[in-house]
């Protein structure tokens, strides 16, 4: 089955810094790439997703890359703010229905930012 | 708007107890899901509905029973619950369960503790 991995755990910027984390994916029959940020206390929020028909997606601060042959994509965020900490999920799915269809998802990434 | 409702926002209950958690969306979804989310683990899939009937279940014991009494709602019935059993229990919803680039968009989740 699929598999998710998604480094580094942990991270620390100053505010003002770019932020990048990274998530591998073993299925190539994957094609679609969510981002979630959850917040203390709160349910994730899909902030980006991408789609394997497109290897590049941005909307203001953030961007997503997607590498189909590496098999990864990536969350850039630019110009940190003390607001983007939380912890950001990544997730790969399959399309097609059953199980195929379950959004698999990396360990997550702690993110924070420095004022 | 992509907003998934849930309540009670938080629920302590004792492992006789029998409660309900309840999960709303207006979006026209015809997919809603629950995952099980523990402290600085990433959301772990339960159970899928797709169209008001149960298409997944991840093995999931059967004091957890969920109910879907209409495309709108989503419930989950609890029974005889252990304290491992503690956790966030997250909503979320789609507008299929399987297709190509299907998003789901989660609600705020219930903090569940059991005592």
């Known amino acids: 089955g699929e598999n998710v991995e998604q480094h580094p755990s942990t991270l620390s910027v100053q505010e003002g810094d770019s932020a990048v984390i990274k998530c591998t994916y073993s299925d190539s029959a994957s094609n679609y790439f969510p981002w979630y940020k959850q917040e203390l206390g709160k349910g994730p929020q899909l902030i980006i997703d991408i789609r394997s028909n497109v290897g590049e997606k941005k909307d203001q601060r953030i961007a997503v890359t997607l590498n189909k042959t590496a098999k990864h994509f990536s969350l850039h965020i630019t110009e940190t703010q003390p607001e983007d900490s939380a912890v950001y999920f990544c997730?790969?799915?399959?399309?097609?229905?059953?199980?195929?269809?379950?959004?698999?998802f990396g360990k997550g990434t702690k993110l924070s930012v420095k004022p | 708007d992509t907003e998934v409702t849930q309540t009670p926002k938080h629920l302590v209950m004792g492992m006789t107890n029998k409660k309900s958690l309840k999960c709303e969306q207006h979006m026209g979804h015809r997919a809603m899901y629950w995952y099980k989310q523990k402290a600085k683990k990433p959301p772990e899939l339960m159970f899928v509905?797709?169209?008001?009937?149960?298409?997944i279940n991840e093995s999931v014991p059967s004091r957890f029973s969920p109910e879907c009494p209409n495309s709108s709602l989503l419930n989950l019935h609890l029974h005889a619950l252990q304290p491992e059993d503690s956790a966030l229990y997250l909503c979320?919803?789609?507008?299929?369960?399987?297709?190509?680039?299907?998003?789901?968009?989660f609600g705020p989740g219930t903090r569940l503790l059991v005592l």
């Open positions: 997730a790969a799915r399959k399309g097609g229905g059953g199980s195929q269809g379950n959004l698999i």
């Open positions: 509905y797709s169209y008001e009937k149960l298409s």
């Open positions: 979320a919803s789609s507008q299929g369960s399987g297709s190509f680039g299907e998003t789901q968009y």
